[in-house]
């Protein structure tokens, strides 16, 4: 809507992780080398964590589209299904074709000689899960026993686990330490620097056309106060940001556009004024506690 008011070619801060707006940041670069090395190693299980928002789902993303031609990628967007369910995922993006009414044992020998054929084609055959915090337990130790196929020579199935933090906590528990033991290859994601979010603003403003000078300083100052250097969080608020100046007619987006979006944007860092009234009432509150207890 504010696209033709900037003169703009495309939203610059959508919500949806396309892969065309893709920043080139050191950690979702080191994220993506640490992906490639361990897959191209045969690695079993690697895992990719980070907060809500922090670039998981366009990674995966990524990670889809510059496969090599000799990478069968299954993706699962959605793991929160039962093991049988996951097993016929993995056979429909594995291209397998059989009747509906196989059992799960039929289905298995299936899955299990699709993937030695693909390994014999000379396919590396890669699961990749997102929001793989939210993998029932009997699926995870699905995921577990399906990568102990392998021939000979190496893994038929490699399985890269994207996740929120409570992923570790989850894979801390008794119960997971043989998975744990085999992820060989893991990578944290951190929020981005404040170098980093002017950086990132920037290059998604230039990508959509438009001149980086679109964000005054203040705006840039606010957008890094109140996002807390998460992507998803940035995109928010240089959005509603966008939408605000529109709104006003005006020609940038300034501190204060930012800070009205902060408001009503969930999730983003109170202001500085709100934490002083806190605290300011907290001393108001022990000043009357300790007057009372001195009576
Ligand atoms: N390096 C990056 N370059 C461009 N956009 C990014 C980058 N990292 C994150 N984003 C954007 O931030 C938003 C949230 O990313 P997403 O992958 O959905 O996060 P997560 O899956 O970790 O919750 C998306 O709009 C995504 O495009
Ligand atoms: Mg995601």
């Known amino acids: 809507m504010y696209a033709a008011h900037f003169n703009l070619a495309a939203t610059p801060f959508s919500l949806t992780p396309d892969t065309r707006f893709y920043v080139g940041l050191p950690q979702h670069e080191a994220a993506l080398a640490v992906l490639n090395t361990a897959l191209n190693a045969g690695e079993g299980f690697i895992k990719v964590t980070g907060e809500v928002g922090t670039g998981k789902t ?6 889809l589209k510059q496969a ?22 993995l056979a429909a993006e594995l291209g397998l074709k059989y009747s509906a009414n196989i059992d799960a044992s039929q289905l298995l020998q299936l899955l299990q000689r699709q993937l030695i054929l693909l390994a014999q084609s000379g396919k590396k055959i890669v699961l990749v ?6 993998l029932p337990d009997d699926t995870l130790e699905t995921v577990r026993l ?22 570790d906590q989850r894979l801390a528990s008794q119960q997971f ?24 603003v920037r290059h998604r403003l230039q990508t959509a ?33 966008l939408m605000l100046a529109y709104g006003e007619g005006k020609s940038r987006v300034t501190g204060r556009h ?10 983003t860092r109170r202001s500085a004024a709100h934490y002083l009234w806190l605290l300011a009432g907290a001393a108001v509150f022990s000043a009357a506690c300790f007057a009372w207890v001195l009576r």
């Not at 366009?58 to 990670?63: D, T």
């Not at 744990?180 to 990132?200: D, E, T, W």
């Open 258 to 267: 930012i800070r009205f979006a902060a408001q009503d944007t969930e999730d």
């Open 177 to 200: 330490r043989q998975l744990r033991q085999r992820i060989s290859f893991a990578y944290k994601l951190p929020v981005m620097s404040p170098a980093q979010i002017r950086f990132y």
């Open 58 to 63: 366009l990674l995966c993303r990524l990670l």
């Open 129 to 134: 899960i997102d929001e793989a915090q939210a």
């Open 146 to 167: 399906l990568t102990n196929l392998e021939t000979e020579r190496r893994k038929l199935l490699q399985v890269v686990l994207f996740g929120q933090p409570e992923l």
């Open 68 to 89: 090599p031609a000799d990478w069968q990628l299954a993706y699962l967007p959605d793991p929160s299904v039962s093991p049988s369910e996951l097993r016929w995922a």
């Open 209 to 241: 056309g438009a001149t980086p000078a679109l964000f005054n300083r203040f705006a840039l100052l606010a957008i890094n106060r109140y996002s807390r250097g998460i992507p998803r969080l940035v995109n928010l608020l240089a959005h509603k940001g």
